[in-house]
Structures are given as C-alpha cells and as structure tokens.
C-alpha cells in the first residue's frame, strides 16, 4: 500500500511539473505524526485543520 501511495505522489508531481501546474504537496507538507491520522492514510480532526490551514496559505499566497 506504502508503494502505490508514494507512486501515485510521485506521479503526481512529475505531471505538474510537466504541464506547469502548481502542486500543494500534502505529502511533503504534512508531518508523519501519529497525532495527525486515524490510520496510515486517512487525517482525523487535527490533521484535517492542518491541511486546510496549508490550502488556505497557499491559495492567500497566490492572490496577493
């Protein structure tokens, strides 16, 4: 599972660099905490509000 999920990451970034598209990389953004996720993959509350504060900056940072 491991392997298909840094794949697809993987992919991901290679075809938005590719079409110039910009990426939020959750993946790099996001600690590995335990604190964060409910399993391996899945955010629970705090990891939730975490990438929604990511998103928002990110997207503030594009339109000032």
């Known amino acids: 599972?491991?392997?298909i999920y840094n794949?697809?990451?993987e992919l991901l970034r290679k075809i938005s660099l590719k079409r110039?598209?910009?990426l939020i990389?959750?993946?790099l953004l996001v600690p590995k905490?335990?604190?964060?996720f409910?399993?391996?993959i899945h955010l629970n509350n705090n990891g939730s509000?975490?990438?929604s504060n990511?998103?928002?900056n990110k997207i503030e940072n594009l339109i000032e």
Do not use: E, P
């Open 54 to 56: 990511i998103i928002t």
């Open 38 to 40: 409910v399993d391996s």
């Open 49 to 51: 509000i975490l990438v």
């Open 33 to 36: 905490k335990d604190s964060l």
């Open 1 to 3: 599972l491991a392997s």
């Open 20 to 22: 110039d598209v910009r």
């Open 25 to 27: 990389d959750l993946d």
């Open 7 to 9: 794949d697809s990451n």
